[in-house]
């Protein structure tokens, strides 16, 4: 079946650093979701990107999707305490009627 | 407007035990679902609705059964609770297949 991979697993950075997760399907995605987590919460949707390329930015959080839309990344830019939480990938696949597919998570924790 | 709301929180169950998980959205989304999330991992789905009297399995779903007889409710019951299925439970609606997923508080749920 379809699988969404994202790496790392884990990540820890100096506050101030940059971060980026990766996520990889091995099917094309129709679309691409991300999602935050903190320690102790829910996912909370942050984006969804749908064209081949498609870069979007968030203040300090850039999205990007693959030409082939398959792969996808976040990148966080001179991160703070507040970024501190896990981040999901959740992809569907091209044309087809099925449910978004999660990627087991970016845990992201900054060292002060 | 409350989201997605979810009862209770916590629970302690014993082996063998059952109970059921509420689930509740008001924002008249079709799509529900349910994951199971295990300490430092990613979110498993269990079962998910398309709507009011459809439902389906998904990743994980022995040991589990939903119903969806209204479009706000989705429970999911846990028939003879086993260690195994100690874990945070979260509850998510979507307007449709491609759109984000808002997810409830969870339930932590551990069967001792």
């Known amino acids: 079946g379809q699988q969404v991979m994202q790496i790392p697993q884990y990540q820890h950075v100096q506050e101030g650093e940059d971060f980026t997760t990766y996520c990889n399907s091995s099917?094309?995605?129709?679309?691409i979701q991300w999602y935050k987590q903190r320690p102790g919460g829910h996912p909370v949707f942050l984006i969804q990107?749908?064209?081949?390329?498609e870069v979007k930015k968030q203040k300090r959080l850039t999205f990007q999707f693959g030409e082939a839309k398959k792969n996808s990344s976040l990148h966080i830019t001179a991160t703070q305490t507040t970024d501190v939480g896990t981040y999901f990938c959740a992809g569907q696949r091209m044309n087809r009627d099925d449910k978004i597919i999660f990627g087991k998570g970016t845990r992201l924790h900054i060292l002060p | 407007n409350a989201g997605v709301t979810q009862t209770p929180k916590f629970r302690i169950l014993k082996i063998g035990q059952s109970m059921t998980l509420q689930c509740a959205q008001d924002m008249n989304h079709n799509y529900m679902y349910w994951y199971r999330q295990d300490p430092g991992m990613g979110l498993k789905l269990i079962y998910y609705s398309v709507g009011a009297g459809i439902t389906d399995k998904g990743e994980v779903p022995n040991g589990y059964n939903v119903s969806r007889s209204t479009t706000e409710d989705f429970p999911l019951r846990l028939e003879l609770a086993a260690p195994s299925q100690t874990s945070v439970y979260f509850c998510?609606?979507?307007?449709?297949?491609?759109?984000?997923?808002?997810f409830g508080d969870g339930t932590r749920l551990s069967i001792l």
């Open positions: 998510a609606s979507s307007y449709s297949l491609v759109q984000p997923q808002h």
């Open positions: 990107l749908v064209k081949s390329g």
């Open positions: 099917t094309t995605l129709s679309n």
